[in-house]
Each structure stands twice: as structure tokens, then as C-alpha cells.
């Protein structure tokens, strides 16, 4: 059984919600997945692919942007590209200093808008594996988090 754990970090003065789902019987530190979710979707949606990654030993952290969901900020349902790519940061801090996350070893995933965030100009920072953005019903999630990095940005194999 995973283990999904409530957490939160700041973000532009707003606290943004999450949960970190983490595989069972961790020994050692893991690489971990940072899911983002499309335009004006929250994190709800994606607890699938993290239980599923989770399930396959990886990390998986799910949030909500500000002014979505769980999270906190001003004006509701207010989408903000900028500062979804700030929580995105702020997402990616909270993994690097989770006790049980391998820093040098994060992952991006999105879909829809959280799929162009993944591919920003600031994700060089990300050092392990290239970030996939896409999400379809003929990519494989685990085959992206742990396999060989796909040719023009697919995982099919």
C-alpha cells in the first residue's frame, strides 16, 4: 500500500496544497515524479497517475496552483501562467528537500497547460531526466519515469 501525505509550501504569498504520494517500504531516497495538472484543473484529477507511480516506486507530487482547489490566493479560479510556473517552482523546492526524495533525480509530467509549464525556460534546473509533457492514452506514465528517454518527446515504444 502507498502512502499519500498532505503537504503545503509557499508560493507568491499564497499557500499551495498538496499531497506526496510515496511508495511502500522505502529504504533509500527515490526519484520523484512533480505532476501539473492542465488550465484550470486541480491536482484531484491526476491522483491516478501518482498512485501509479508511487505504486511503482517512484515519488509523486500532486499540488494545486493558487487560487485553485486546496490552495489558497486570491481572486478564485483566477488563472495566472506566471505564477502557476512560481508554484511549480515552489512544488519542485518542496521535493528537493523531502527527507525521502533523491533531489538530483525529479521529473516533470503535465498535461494539457501543466504540459507547457513542464518545458519552461527555467527547467534546465531539473538535472535527472528530461521532462515529458504529454499525456494520451498511448503513452506509458512508468515507462516515461523509467525507461530510456523516448524520441520526439513520446514515450511510445
Known amino acids: 500500500m502507498t502512502e499519500r501525505r498532505k ?7 499564497a499557500r499551495c496544497v ?15 515524479v512533480v505532476l501539473c495538472h492542465g488550465f484550470s484543473g486541480t491536482m484531484d ?3 491516478p497517475h501518482a498512485e501509479r507511480f508511487a505504486a511503482a516506486g517512484l515519488a509523486a507530487l500532486v499540488f494545486d496552483y493558487r487560487n485553485f482547489g ?11 501562467v506566471s505564477g502557476q510556473q512560481d508554484d511549480l517552482r515552489g512544488a519542485i523546492g518542496f521535493a528537493r528537500s523531502a527527507q525521502e526524495i533523491d533531489a538530483d533525480r ?3 509530467w503535465g498535461n494539457s ?9 527555467w527547467r534546465p534546473t531539473i538535472r535527472a531526466s528530461p521532462p515529458w509533457s504529454r ?6 506514465s512508468r515507462r516515461c519515469a523509467t525507461g530510456p528517454p523516448p524520441r520526439r518527446a513520446s514515450c511510445r515504444p
Do not use: M, W
Open 18 to 32: 498538496g499531497y506526496l504520494h510515496l511508495p511502500e517500504n522505502l529504504a533509500e531516497k527515490v526519484p520523484c
Open 7 to 13: 503537504i503545503s509550501f509557499e508560493s507568491g504569498g
Open 113 to 121: 497547460l501543466g504540459g507547457g509549464h513542464t518545458s519552461s525556460p
Open 45 to 47: 484529477r491526476l491522483y
Open 70 to 80: 486546496e490552495s489558497g490566493g486570491q481572486p478564485r479560479q483566477f488563472v495566472d
Open 135 to 140: 499525456k494520451s492514452p498511448s503513452t506509458d
Open 106 to 108: 525529479i521529473l516533470l
